[in-house]
C-alpha cells in the first residue's frame, strides 16, 4: 500500500477519532464544574470554561502555568501536591475541603483526581474535577447569615441558585459527577488507544499551537518525549531551516481553517534528522469555542533519500548527457525535438529555445533532408533504430558540416517515446578521404609517368647494351683468332677456348642475368659458374686456380643454394646453360 492511500485509510479514522474526540469536548464544556487537564509536571494542558469563569482568567493566562504558580506555592505545597503524586501512581484520589483562592475568595470544593494512562499504560496526565459545593456545606453545617454577608460572592452565588442546595439535590450532582469521571476516563483511553495502533505519528494541540497530546510513534519520529513536546516546545525539535517554514503554515491553517501538509524535518538530539510528511485538520467545535487541531506524521526519510539520489541521478545523466563532447539530440514520434546538447548547440550555432519543438530534418541539406524523410525516419520509426547515417547538415550561419548519426529509441509499456540519437562530426574525416584520393590519383599518375619513363630507359639500356657486346665481340675476336694461330701448348689453347666462351657469354647476356638477377654471387662464385658451364670437372677448375677439390666443392654448393636450386637432380651446369640460352 502507497503513502497516499495509507493516508486515505488513516484519514478516515482520524474523522472517526474526530467525532469521538467533539463528545469529549462536550462533555468537557457542558458540565457545570472545574475541569482542567495537568502534565506530569503539574502543568495546565486544558481547561474548561466554568474553570476560566470561576477563577476570571482567559485561557492563554492559564494554559502552560504550573499549578503551582496559578494557586500560589503554599496551597500547592500543604494540600494539593501530595494528592497530586498519588495521582500520578495510578490511584483515583477525592477529597472535600475549604480553599482560600485569590480571586473567588474562600470556598468549598469537592475535588477529584483522575489519572489518564497511556500507551504504555503509564500515567501521563490528570483530569482535576472541583465542583464548588459552598452553598450546600453552609446549609448542611447551619452556617450562620454573618458568615455568608462577609463573602458578597456567595450573596451573588445563592441569587443564581435561588435558594440553598439540598442534600438530596447536591448528591444527585456528585453521582453525576462520578458518572463523568467514567465517562470521560473511557473516552480518554479510547483515544489513546486509537491513537496507539495507527501506523503514523498523532499529535493534538490548541488554537495557539500548544501541544496538548502526542502518542508514542509521534514521540519517536520527532526524538523527544511527550513531556518535551507539551505546549510550544515541540517547534524546537523541527529543523532549524524547516521552522518557520512550518510556523507560517500552521498560521495559515488557523487562518483559513483549511488542512495543512507540508514535508519538513525533525532535528534529534544525537544530531541526525529525519523527514516527515506532517498533515493538520481541524476538529469541529461548538459556536463560539475556539477549534482544536489534530495532526500526524508519516516518516518519508526513505522516499525522500530515493528522491534525492533520483534526482541526483538525473543531475549526473544530464550533466553528462550536455557536456560530453559529441552531438546528441531526442526526438518525439513526429520526428520533432524534444532534447539536444550543449555539443549540439556549440557545433550549428544554436540556441535551446530555438531548436527544441522544431523537426530534426530542419537543420539537413535539401538533399540528406529529403534522405531521412523519406529512408531513415521510416527505417527508424519501424525497427527501433538505424546506425551510421551520412548526413550533411546545415548550421545557423549557412555552412555545411558532414556527420554520421546512429540512434536507438526509448520504449515504454511496449510503445516508442523517443530517440536518442548521437551525431559525429565527420567533416575532417571527409576532408581527410577527399584529400587521400586526389594524392592517390596524383600518385597514379606519377607512377604511370615513371613506368613510361622507366621502360624506355630500360629499352635504351639493353640497345645500349647490345651496341656494347657487339662492339667488344668485333674488338676482341679478330684478336683471340689471330692468338689462337700462334699457341703450340694444350693448356694455352685451352685457356684460350675459356676465354673465348666467356666473350660469348657476355655478348648473349649471359653475365647481365647474373649481374642483375643473381647479383649476390661473389666474383669467385661467378668465375666458377663460368667454367662450369665450359664443361670443366671439378678436379679442373681447382687445377685453374689452384685450389683443393674441397674449396670448390663448397662454391659449387653456394651456386645451387643462390641461384634456388633445390632439387639436387638438376645439373648446375644444366641450369647455367638455360640461363645463358636466354
Known sequence: MSLFDQHDKYERMLTALQQRLSMYDHILSSVGINISILDEEFCYQEVNQVFLDFYGNKKEEVVGKSIKDFLGEDLFRETIKAKLDCCLRGELVRFQQWFDFPLPGRRYMDVFYCPLFGVDDQVNAIVAFCADITTFMAANEGLSQATLSQKPFYDTEIKKQHALIDIIGCQKILSQFDDLIRQLHDSKRFYSSLASILPVGVVRSD????????????????????????????????????????????????????????????LRGDGSSVWVLGQVIRESAESGKKAAYVGTINEISQQKSIAEDLAESERRHRRLYNETPIMMHSIDTDGRLIDVNNCWLKTLGYKRPEVIGRLSSDFLTEESKLYAQQTVLPAFFSCGYVKNIEYQMQKNDGSVIDVLLSADSEIENGVMVRSFAVIKDISEQKRIENELHIQKARLEESYNSLNIILDRNNDLAKTIEERTYANIKDLIESTVEGLRSTLKEPQQIEWLNILTSKLENLSSGYAAVLRGKYADLTPKERQIADLILAGKSTKEIASYFNLSNKTIEFHRNNLRKKLGIDNSKTSLRSFLAEIASH
Open 207 to 266: 488554537c495557539l499551537g500548544n501541544c496538548t497530546y502526542a502518542n508514542q510513534l509521534w514521540c519517536d519520529i520527532a526524538g523527544i518525549t511527550l513531556q518535551q513536546a507539551k505546549g510550544i516546545n515541540w517547534l524546537e525539535a523541527i529543523h532549524p531551516d524547516d521552522r518557520q517554514g512550518v510556523k507560517d503554515g500552521w498560521q495559515k491553517c488557523v487562518a483559513g481553517g483549511l488542512p495543512l501538509s507540508a514535508e519538513y524535518r525533525f
